[in-house]
């Protein structure tokens, strides 16, 4: 019988939350251009919160404490709470259309729902 293939992805790649994360921060860097010159840097902003929300999702899941993993999943939660609203600014000073903004929004609230849950069984 043959040996198994070892698994070689690190924890967060297991995760649905980090491929939802890295989706998101895929479509900031398809939308930067539009995002520039925002009001209170908040196309920056959406950026910076997509990209930490990854970091944060990948830093828990490499975490061995229970309270700890917990912890950071919060922090990802948050920083996806921002991002969703630097996307309704984006919308409502019109650097973004509904119709192209929606499927991130989609994204968000998935990616919110998966944290909240990770954050109570982390």
């Known amino acids: 019988m043959p040996t198994p293939m070892p698994d070689t992805r690190f924890p967060h790649e297991r995760l649905d939350a980090y ?4 989706e998101l921060v895929a479509f900031a860097a398809a939308h930067r251009r539009q995002l520039r ?11 910076r919160a997509l990209v930490r929300a990854l970091l944060n999702v990948a830093e828990a899941a490499g975490r ?23 996307l309704e600014v984006a919308v409502l000073y019109g650097a973004l259309t509904p119709q ?3 499927p991130a929004r989609a994204l968000l609230v998935r990616l919110g729902q998966m944290l909240t849950r990770l954050c109570r069984v982390a």
């Not at 010159?37 to 950026?47: K, N, V, Y």
């Not at 996806?80 to 630097?86: D, G, K, L, Q, R």
């Open 19 to 22: 491929t939802v994360a890295r």
């Open 37 to 47: 010159g925002l009001p209170g840097e908040s196309g920056e902003q959406l950026e």
């Open 64 to 86: 061995q404490g229970v309270a700890d993993r917990a912890r950071v999943f919060a922090i990802a939660r948050g920083e996806t709470c921002e991002a969703a609203a630097a």
């Open 100 to 102: 192209q903004a929606a």
